[in-house]
């Protein structure tokens, strides 16, 4: 390839190079004509008046033409649960609402209990309608709930057939919706919201019962749904005189225990009345509408804090805002207290506590009532669960309590890794399941027991004492409340 190479022009005389420069022209080329000015646009003013519409060309094209129709594909598939504008429930002619008003007759409950068995296979399909109809013809019913409606979606319609099914017992009804009203205030229903709940769950149930539903089926539902309502909002009426709907209460102190367990210790707004072994419903700031049940963790105190023990599980909402994100200074909101796992002074039987994992709180509460100043004198036994000695994190606390109380003895148990060796042998540890340990202490007759923890385990110890002679009406949890 050849290379590149540079001219140079030199400008001395007699150089060869010069010679080579062609002369410059006399005269300059010609220039092309010069362009002219181009006018900057005209703008024409704005019209004052909007511009003439052109007549129709056909004598009908001035008509509206209307929207096309759509039809769903699929307009009787129940699954697929379609929402058209006619999704919202009709009411009820007046005939049959002044028929509604009467009380429910024997007849009327057979046919309540026909019907629920025709709906109670699809009770998915319904409850997912029931739904449907609530939010899309009562949009501000939604705020009631949580965004996320996995864990709610059932309650609130099962609740009804479950009422509805108990419409037989009087005494028996009123106490469960007794406690239901109440509980609904923390959600913010009003008197308001029962009739639209109503006039939807008839028409859901209308369209999973086929063939079964008449009228004479329809009247049967409104006359059990209205007694459903009348003892709900009269409870929550009542409640309302004396309790507020929710407690505000301030986080005062963190404390972990383990990786996934803390104790919180919480300062309600205002006094908070409530007894050892029940429970309260907690809502955090994270997850708004969101409601989880905890147990108090230490008998009513002087300075009216409240103490509970949380642990962190998968997927859990509150749980793990509760123990990972929660912090002093941030504040909670409280329901009113529930649950009847609590101590009859009265009796003054003997008691066995059994608890597994952070099912020692309300036990730990149990002991402080028990033992307390005042307290009858009965001896208390202790049986405290789980899988690793780290787990056992109360058990220090109950120790101390045993060492100044000579009526509680306390059996920690020991059931994963570590169990059964010297190292545990030497801490008090008894090696094997929870429920077994109970087991070969017995016989426990003549005692009151009372059990806390996860529900498996609670049912299998439920078992053990029945067969060691413990009655039923002496064991006591709240597995069914919650």
């Given amino acids: 390839m050849k290379s590149r190479r540079t001219l140079l022009v030199r400008t001395g005389h007699g150089s060869a190079a010069a010679s080579a420069v062609p002369p410059l022209p006399s005269d300059p080329p010609d220039?092309?004509?010069?362009?002219?000015?181009?006018?900057?646009?005209?703008v024409p003013p704005r019209p004052l008046v909007p511009p003439a519409v052109p007549a129709p060309s056909r004598p009908d094209a001035a008509a509206p033409v209307p929207a096309p129709v759509i039809e769903p594909l699929f307009t009787s598939a129940p699954g697929l649960n379609w929402a058209a504008p006619a999704l919202t429930p009709?009411?009820?002619?007046?005939?049959?609402?002044a028929a509604a008003e009467l009380p429910p007759t024997a007849r009327d409950l057979e046919l309540i209990r026909t019907s629920l068995a025709v709906v109670e296979p699809v009770a998915d399909r319904a409850t997912a309608h029931f739904y449907a109809l609530v939010f899309l013809g009562h949009p501000e019913i939604r705020a009631l709930f949580p965004a996320a409606m996995d864990v709610q979606r059932d309650r609130l319609f099962r609740a009804l057939l479950t009422a509805a099914r108990g419409a037989g017992d009087p005494?028996?009804?009123?106490?469960?919706?007794?406690?239901?009203?109440?509980?609904?205030?923390?959600?913010?229903?009003?008197?308001?919201?029962?009739?639209?709940?109503?006039?939807?769950?008839?028409?859901?149930?209308?369209?999973?019962?086929?063939?079964?539903?008449?009228?004479?089926?329809?009247?049967?539902?409104?006359?059990?749904?209205?007694?459903?309502?009348?003892?709900?909002?009269?409870?929550?009426?009542?409640?309302?005189r004396t309790s507020p709907p929710w407690w505000q209460g301030e986080v005062v102190a963190h404390e972990r225990r383990t990786p996934d367990v803390a104790v919180?210790?919480?300062?309600?707004?205002?006094?908070?009345?409530?007894?050892?072994?029940q429970y309260a419903a907690v809502e955090t700031p994270w997850w708004p509408r969101v409601w989880r049940h905890y147990s108090f963790a230490s008998a009513p105190r002087p300075d009216g804090l409240l103490t509970f023990h949380v642990k962190a599980v998968r997927a859990g909402?509150?749980?793990?805002?509760?123990?990972?994100?929660?912090?002093?200074?941030?504040?909670?909101?409280?329901g009113p207290a529930a649950g009847g796992m609590t101590l009859d002074h009265a009796g003054g039987a003997d008691l066995l506590l059994v608890g597994g994992g952070t099912g020692i709180a309300p036990l730990r509460a149990l002991v402080e009532e028990a033992v307390g100043p005042g307290a009858a004198d009965?001896?208390?036994?202790?049986?405290?669960?789980?899988?690793?000695?780290?787990?056992?994190?109360?058990l220090a606390g109950l120790r101390e309590l045993a060492r100044r109380h000579r009526r509680l003895s306390v059996h920690p148990v020991l059931s994963g890794p570590g169990a059964g060796t010297a190292g545990a042998a030497a801490a008090?540890?008894?090696?094997?399941?929870?429920?077994?340990?109970?087991?070969?202490?017995?016989?426990?007759?003549?005692?009151?027991?009372?059990?806390?923890?996860?529900p498996a385990m609670v049912r299998r110890a439920g078992a053990v004492l029945l067969r060691a002679g413990v009655p039923a009406g002496r064991i006591r949890h709240d597995l069914e409340a919650r």
Avoid at 90 to 97: I, K, S
Avoid at 181 to 207: M, Q, S
Avoid at 264 to 277: I, K, M, S
């Fill in 317 to 334: 909402w509150v749980s793990n805002a509760l123990v990972h994100r929660a912090a002093p200074g941030d504040v909670l909101r409280l």
């Fill in 90 to 97: 009709e009411p009820a002619a007046p005939d049959l609402r």
């Fill in 264 to 277: 919180l210790t919480v300062r309600p707004d205002q006094a908070y009345p409530y007894r050892a072994g």
């Fill in 378 to 394: 009965r001896s208390v036994e202790v049986f405290y669960g789980a899988r690793s000695a780290q787990e056992l994190y109360e």
């Fill in 171 to 240: 005494e028996g009804l009123r106490a469960y919706l007794g406690t239901l009203g109440c509980v609904h205030r923390r959600y913010g229903t009003l008197t308001g919201h029962y009739g639209p709940v109503g006039e939807c769950l008839v028409a859901a149930l209308a369209k999973y019962a086929g063939s079964r539903w008449t009228t004479e089926t329809e009247l049967a539902w409104r006359r059990v749904y209205r007694l459903v309502s009348s003892i709900m909002i009269e409870a929550a009426e009542r409640d309302a």
């Fill in 428 to 454: 008090g540890l008894s090696a094997g399941g929870l429920p077994e340990a109970v087991a070969r202490s017995a016989p426990w007759t003549g005692r009151t027991a009372y059990l806390a923890g996860p």
């Fill in 31 to 42: 220039l092309p004509p010069a362009v002219p000015p181009v006018a900057p646009p005209v």
